[in-house]
């Protein structure tokens, strides 16, 4: 039996899908409580209780808690396929156990039989669940590890902000997902579609932006902010968002979202400033020096 003792460093892992967590390594902060499940792609059982694992996944959002789907599966290719295919279905952390630790670490010590197969870690590093997750017992252990998980923004600074995975598929796995899903990636990081008018120009958006920057969710409702304007154009206002490079305040433009000077670049005659309450919008190089005045 694995309940009650600690949790095993859990290294050796692919991720992908979600960014890398330590896994078996105690933290007090933030206080992270986790869900191993093993699961793998041929079993009907685990596909059945996928849903539940992203619902769980959203309920807990405001929360250190990270649900990590496990496949001990060879293929990296096949996993990360089928997660690709399930796209906002599958709504958590997926890994591939490459190493085997998992399997030995923890399905062996446990006596699983099968799969799925769920453990809660909590903020202690403390085993507290191990079995089914549509098991009752299952959501009541993790409701208990979860109240002393920390909440995701408390005391970092970051404003309660998001991280958005990077993209990792290929040009033919993105080519071979719905459009509806291609549209979600770029509009759930702040990135217009309104100039991509085939398919394939969504996909080449994607490998373009989303593959080596990570992006941050916007505020439901974006704060109006003035902008300052060199004499030859109206004064007007645009939306804030958080820069989608570190989180800092920026302007989106009606027709794509950019990024603040730390992260950006001149685009389209438009500098933006690193600031944290106002954002100076620049048309020209030379008046740079008068709006930081």
């Known amino acids: 039996m694995v309940i009650g003792t600690q949790c095993p460093a859990i290294r050796g892992l692919t991720f992908v899908k979600g960014d890398p967590v330590p896994i078996g390594v105690k933290n007090d902060n933030p206080k992270r409580v986790f869900v191993l499940e093993c699961w793998a792609t041929w079993c009907g059982p685990c596909r059945t209780s996928i849903p539940h694992l992203t619902e769980l996944q959203h309920k807990y959002k405001d929360k250190h808690v990270y649900i990590v789907g496990i496949s001990s599966e060879q293929n990296v290719q096949v996993v ?59 959501e009541s ?107 800092c305040v920026s302007i989106a433009s009606a027709s794509r979202a950019l990024r603040c000077t730390m992260h950006g670049r001149w685009k389209g005659g438009t500098f933006l400033l690193h600031a944290f309450q106002r954002v100076a919008c620049v048309w020209r190089l030379e008046n740079m020096m008068a709006a930081l005045g």
Do not use: W
Not at 98 to 103: L, N, R, S
Not at 221 to 241: E, F, K, Q
């Open 141 to 247: 252990a993790l409701r208990t590890a979860a109240a002393a998980a920390s909440d995701r923004g408390a005391g970092t600074g970051g404003g309660g902000r998001q991280a958005l995975p990077l993209v990792t598929s290929s040009q033919e796995e993105l080519l071979a997902m719905p459009v509806k899903a291609l549209k979600e990636l770029l509009t759930e990081r702040g990135l217009s579609t309104a100039d991509c008018v085939e398919k394939a120009d969504l996909v080449n958006k994607i490998l373009a932006t989303c593959t080596n920057v990570t992006y941050y969710k916007c505020p439901d409702r974006p704060v109006p902010v003035s902008l300052i304007h060199d004499h030859r154009r109206p004064v007007h206002t645009h939306p804030c968002y958080p820069c989608f490079a570190c989180g």
């Open 80 to 138: 990360k396929k089928f997660v690709d295919g399930m796209g906002s279905q599958m709504d958590y952390t997926v890994a591939v156990d490459t190493g085997g630790e998992v399997q030995e670490g923890l399905m062996m010590p446990a006596g699983a039989r099968g799969i799925p197969h769920a453990f809660v870690i909590d903020a202690n590093n403390t085993v507290t669940f191990s079995g089914h997750p549509m098991d009752p017992g299952f």
